[in-house]
């Protein structure tokens, strides 16, 4: 994983609530065994025709959204299945925060898991950035993790929630299971008193 | 005496093996379920760092998601899905994990084996790469979907980092009337309580209309536990629950059984507990319910109207005009009378030998009409067994079903059954979102009773008067 310290960077915005994971990216498109290449079908649905060509009219495909490396978008992203290939599909292209009022509690835990990070900001700041990103299909916003906060064009400073320990794994770059690993002596501890527990699995 | 608990904090405490300041607690996972389509970069990933399945005793395979419904033996047509079952096999050989292969009876979708198989048990903390995996909570077990870098977590060392959540009671007072399931119950909750009403929360499902329904019934209610926002849905055990569970292949047996039990009978909630949150519903008010958008909150009595973007707060526009004009329905109308062009039964939802039993009695001597395409597709191999030994397949097959292999099937539509861009399908399963039973495809969630009803007229249908009639 990588490290996240600071970002500054163009914005995107899809204003729709409620984005799943079957948007972000669909089914089909989780026959693969590896983590590269989704990038290609983020959106697959909202951005290309039945033949395969671009729908020109999808803001992911205009010129404008070149470059954008943060993701404003509705309420409650990232509803619906557990599929970690959303943020990788994200992640693969480009994007490196997510601007919302809410997400949904697999896809944030996820995503913070891959260095893709969830900014959370009250719904007035929301609609705020969101007219700005109508008005200004070059908004760049500016975020830095250390602080915990998110910089308006505007010189607001607003500041976004995260748990400590993620926040440390992702300003170092850290992976959760090295983590898991160093309590591996207390794991065993536990097992080794969980024979008199009736709730194991019996064996085959 | 000691605090009132409730059933999620007896068996969250339970499992906890350690918790460091503000650090999220270390969970000791009883069960892993495993499937094709959310492990094979967790395997790479063990590979990569030279580690191993450390509980292979406590993980489970299974294929489900990628796999045709086509009988058994053909050849997987779809390069990209054979490639990732290959995939799997050689997985769970390389690091011992027992695999229910294709050409097992033991195969089928992972939350409905898990219990078919009496590995599902009360006080439970059971996981899996794979949202639906709250539909084990039925049984009083902490069950949940996560990700795929989890996956790897529980792999490696069969626990979890995991922040505990809040808790909600759902108490549904009353009593269910004819026509209407549990499904319908479920359906009401998200349509109230919002797709995201859950967020944070673990839900626990209580009241008299909960505690009457059987075990498949409870499992429908759980399993969209997670369209509500929660991660996990429980119901505390009872007779009902033990009763299913006893006699199970991996059920504890003599002396284990009434040690298990004597404890199940200890992890209902205490009197006095307290949760974060209380939403209430009276099962009398219930009625079939349908959704008409895109989300699977979209949801309403199947003989209401659909709501038009002018009756909603100015914030939900934008989203329901979107879905209405994905589903090509008019808000303001009703929805009953509307030509569909499928019917899909199946799913973790709806896919149990209960649900197939009810939608064969109410086929039986009807036919299908000639414009729907009804797909019958059981959730197991086991249960497609069980159907046949009682002569169901039969039922649907005069009637003019497709009687299929168990799997996923339409429901994720990357198996090769799915919809054609514009149809119509009424779907037993559990999502509705643009494109979900294939692409350009719409779909109305609804009971497998309102499903069968519909695919007899070819026409969205209230059951209930099919049952009058
Ligand atoms: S039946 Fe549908 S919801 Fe259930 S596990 Fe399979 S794909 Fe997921």
Known sequence: ?204 | MSKPRTLFEKIWDKHVVMQEGNNPSVLYIDLHLVHEVTSPQAFQGLRDKGLTVRRPDKTIATMDHSIPTTPIGQPITDKIAAAQIRQMERNCQEFGVRLFDMDSENRGIVHVIGPEHGLTQPGMTIVCGDSHTSTHGAFGALAFGIGTSEVEHVMATQTLLQRKPKTMEIRVNGKLKPGVTSKDIILAIIAKNGVAGGTGYVFEYTGEAIRSLSMEERMTICNMSIEGGARAGMIAPDETTFEYIKGKPHAPKGAEWDAAVEYWKSLPTDEGAEYDALVELNADDLTPMITYGTHPGMGMPIAGTVPAPADVPVGERFTLEKALTYMDVEGGKPLLGKEIDVVFLGSCTNSRITDLRAAADLIKGHKVSDSVRFMVVPGSQKVKIQAEKEGLDKIFMEAGADWRTAGCSMCIAMNGDQLAPGEYAISTSNRNFEGRQGKGGRTFLASPLTAVASAITGKVTDVRDMMEG
């Open chain 1, 1 to 204: 994983m990588e490290e996240f310290k600071q970002l500054n960077a163009k914005v995107v915005a899809i204003e729709t609530t409620d984005i799943d994971t079957d948007q972000i990216i669909p089914a089909i498109f989780l026959k693969t065994t590896t983590k590269v290449g989704l990038g290609k079908n983020l959106f697959s649905h909202w951005r290309y025709n039945e033949d395969g060509s671009p729908k020109e009219d999808f803001i992911i495909n205009t010129p404008e959204a070149e470059g954008a490396e943060i993701l404003l978008a509705g309420d409650n992203f990232g509803c619906g299945s557990s599929r970690e290939h959303a943020p990788w599909a994200l992640m693969d292209y480009g994007f490196k925060a997510i601007v919302s009022t809410s997400f949904a509690d697999i896809f944030r835990n996820n995503s913070l898991k891959n260095g893709l990070l969830p900014v959370i900001v009250d719904e007035e700041t929301h609609a705020q950035l969101m007219s700005l990103a109508m008005e200004d299909p070059n908004l760049h916003l500016s975020i830095d993790l250390e602080s915990q906060t998110l910089n308006l064009p505007d010189g607001r400073k607003v500041e976004f929630p995260i748990d400590a320990f993620s926040k440390t794994c992702m300003l170092e770059g850290i992976d959760q299971l090295g983590y898991l690993q160093k309590q591996l002596d207390k794991i065993e501890a536990f097992e080794a008193d969980y024979g008199n527990r009736v709730d194991t699995l019996t064996p085959a």
